[in-house]
Nanobody, 120 residues
């Protein structure tokens, strides 16, 4: 059974940084595409970054500010977020998918989310 658990969210001021973690269990981590999504109150879910199959993808809104990485030995994915803006305020979710890896992949497994709040 696939299980994803996010951590690392919190409240920061504009320009600050946070590092999110997603620990995966219940499957062979290296075979899956992993990604971060976010959804603000009343907003649509937005793909932030994906990693897998030797590819990394970022949403235009976070390029140059966010960095996705992983430690396969720990079955853990990270999202390093810098130069945070108020519009980055959202619930951040990690997700896993089989097959082709891109932000548009069919992500079937999701974590519970971790809240990121950026205040001015």
């Amino acid at each position: 059974q696939v299980h994803l658990a996010e951590s690392g969210g919190g409240s920061v001021q504009v320009g600050g940084s946070l590092r999110l973690s997603c620990v995966a269990s219940g499957y062979s981590y290296s075979l899956f595409c992993m990604a971060w999504f976010r959804q603000g109150p009343g907003g649509e879910r937005e793909g932030v970054a994906s990693i897998g199959d030797g590819r990394i993808r970022y949403a235009d809104s976070v390029k140059g500010r966010f960095t996705i990485s992983e430690d396969r030995d720990k079955s853990t994915m990270y999202l390093e977020m810098t130069t945070l803006k108020p519009e980055d305020t959202s619930m951040y979710y990690c997700a896993a998918a089989r097959g082709y890896c891109d932000l548009g992949a069919d992500f079937q497994w999701w974590g519970q989310g971790t809240q990121v709040t950026v205040s001015s």
